[in-house]
């Protein structure tokens, strides 16, 4: 089992920036792509962006590309997720996710609880 922690979000203006970091802990994360997803209460969680296991692939959904910056130190079994200009439309809990490739897609096994980011204008 992977354990998920998110931290670093909180409250902000339009224009600012902030690092989400996500530690993992317990089983190893080798070969597993990591992954930042959005959800604003009663709607749909969406995804923000993906980094393989190596870093080499990076995919970012359209609303945050350009903005935001996914990165991992495996080392240190931490994500993160550094965002800038942010937008109003930014504001929703942000979650860190894990997950082996199967088939060619990510299956994301393993989810944090999330954190807050909210974007005042």
């Known amino acids: 089992q992977v354990q998920l922690e998110e931290s670093g979000g909180g409250l902000v203006q339009v224009g600012d920036s902030l690092r989400l970091s996500c530690a993992a802990s317990?089983?190893?994360?080798?070969?597993?792509?990591m992954g930042w997803f959005r959800q604003v209460p009663g709607m749909e969680r969406h995804f923000v962006a993906s980094?393989?296991?190596?870093?080499?692939?990076?995919i970012y959904g359209d609303s945050v590309k350009g903005r935001f910056t996914i990165s991992r130190d495996n080392a240190k079994n931490m994500a993160y997720l550094q965002m800038n200009s942010l937008k109003p439309q930014d504001t929703a809990v942000y979650f860190c996710?894990?997950?082996?490739?199967?088939?060619?897609?990510?299956?994301?096994?393993?989810w944090g609880q999330g954190t807050q980011v909210t974007v005042s204008s």
């Open positions: 980094i393989s296991y190596n870093g080499g692939m990076k």
């Open positions: 317990g089983d190893t994360l080798v070969g597993h792509t």
């Open positions: 996710a894990a997950g082996p490739i199967i088939d060619g897609t990510t299956r994301y096994d393993y």
